[in-house]
């Protein structure tokens, strides 16, 4: 619960234990009392550590993600995949103490801003409709964000939305084949520089669709203030977005509930 929080409002390990001595909510739903020692940084540094080195980030999505299909939460009418990228915990290569870098983070270009970020992509399937994140990779932030697309597709969902990035004849057959709509917005290319007027129509038209995807990062970065990955490495890196998605899905389940 004390992890949940930390991921719930942005903190560090250090910024969770003096929150925990210093606000009556948090303690109450962690559990502690007022006479209650509170976990020092260090404790809950360890925890976390051995959640990840046992593997169970993952196990307690997926009991998540079972609860809320028990529940009927979960639409299934489409799943809008998209990536956002998140800064590395040390410098880039070259701007930091030698052998500081993380070397298994990457550069990413930024979408409509010059420059590159350094550090690690999240890659998401959201459940069109009711917001809540259905599949959830990490990698480095040079991985091509359509490389690990066919992971984020669950495979009972009517329809799969996503930007041009994702869209390979490959992949749409394979959806096609499963029955499942492939709603991949098309490119131009050196042999069709410019779209036709159908497709471009085609691509507005889930645009429009796949926009919601945008209010799951602007909560995550925004309200939950998940903009940088903490550790080094990337098991850890994918073990501090699963929380996220954890505690997004959480927020979001009580937002549908209430």
Not at 122 to 142: F, K, M, Q, Y
Request: include cysteine; aromatic fraction near 6%.
């Amino acid at each position: 619960k004390a992890l949940l929080v930390s991921s719930l409002y942005g903190l560090s390990e250090r910024e969770l234990e003096a929150a925990l001595l210093d606000r009556l909510s948090f303690r109450r739903f962690v559990g502690l009392g007022l006479e209650e020692a509170v976990p020092d940084h260090t404790v809950l540094n360890r925890f976390r550590n051995e959640l990840v080195r046992l593997g169970l980030f993952d196990r307690l999505f997926a009991e998540l993600d079972r609860q809320l299909e028990q529940a009927g939460v979960i639409l299934k009418r489409g799943a809008m995949l998209d990536a956002t990228g998140l800064e590395a915990a040390s410098a880039p290569p070259g701007r930091g103490a030698a052998g500081a870098a993380d070397p298994e983070a990457g550069f990413a270009k930024r979408t409509g801003k010059p420059g590159a970020v350094y550090g690690y992509k999240a890659h998401v399937g959201v459940d069109e409709g009711s917001g809540l994140i259905r599949t959830v990779i990490a990698t480095p932030g040079n991985v091509n964000d359509t490389t690990p697309a066919d992971g984020l597709i669950r495979g009972d969902e009517r329809a799969v939305m996503a930007d041009a990035a994702y869209h390979t004849h490959a992949r749409q057959a394979r959806l096609a084949a499963a029955g499942v709509k492939a709603r991949l917005m098309r490119r131009a290319n050196k042999h069709h520089p410019e779209l036709p007027p159908r497709l471009k129509r085609y691509n507005r038209l889930i645009a429009r669709r796949r926009a919601a995807v945008e209010t799951t990062f602007a909560t995550l970065k925004n309200r939950m203030q998940f903009t940088r990955i903490r550790y080094r490495g990337l098991v850890k890196a994918a073990a501090q977005i699963t929380l996220c998605a954890i505690a997004f899905n959480l927020r979001r389940w009580a937002a549908i509930a209430g």
